[in-house]
Nanobody, 125 residues
Framework: QVQLVESGGGLVQAGGSLRLSCSAS????????MGWFRQAPGKEREFVAA??????????YYADSVKGRFTISRDNAKNTAHLQMDSLKPEDTAVYYC????????????????WGQGTQVTVSS
């Protein structure tokens, strides 16, 4: 089993920044992908960003709504992924979830096997 724990959420004003972290422990896999998803009140969970994990080349995917504002990165040695969120907007308010899979990168939440508990991000106007 792989355990994922998110941190870094909080309250920020519009235009501000937050950095989320996702720490993996347990039977961590050698190669795969990690992704970030979010769920706003009354809405379905949606894809935010994903990154390859321990592959020779780094590949990243972003949702159009966050492209140019959010940056996903990884620290393989620490089994940690980060989501740097800049120029935050009120519509970015949501619970952010980290997810992991031991196969190729994907934007589909149904492809991910492991999930964290989520961290709340609130952006005030």
């Amino acid at each position: 089993q792989v355990q994922l724990v998110e941190s870094g959420g909080g309250l920020v004003q519009a235009g501000g920044s937050l950095r989320l972290s996702c720490s993996a422990s347990g039977r961590t896999f050698m190669r795969g992908a990690m992704g970030w998803f979010r769920q706003a009140p009354g809405k379905e969970r949606e894809f935010v960003a994903a990154i390859t994990w321990n592959w020779n080349s780094e590949v990243t995917y972003y949702a159009d709504s966050v492209k140019g504002r959010f940056t996903i990165s990884r620290d393989n040695a620490k089994n940690t992924a980060h989501l740097q969120m800049d120029s935050l907007k009120p519509e970015d308010t949501a619970v952010y979830y980290c997810a992991a899979r031991n196969r190729l990168i994907s934007t589909l939440q149904s492809d991910y096997d492991y999930w964290g508990q989520g961290t709340q991000v609130t952006v005030s106007s």
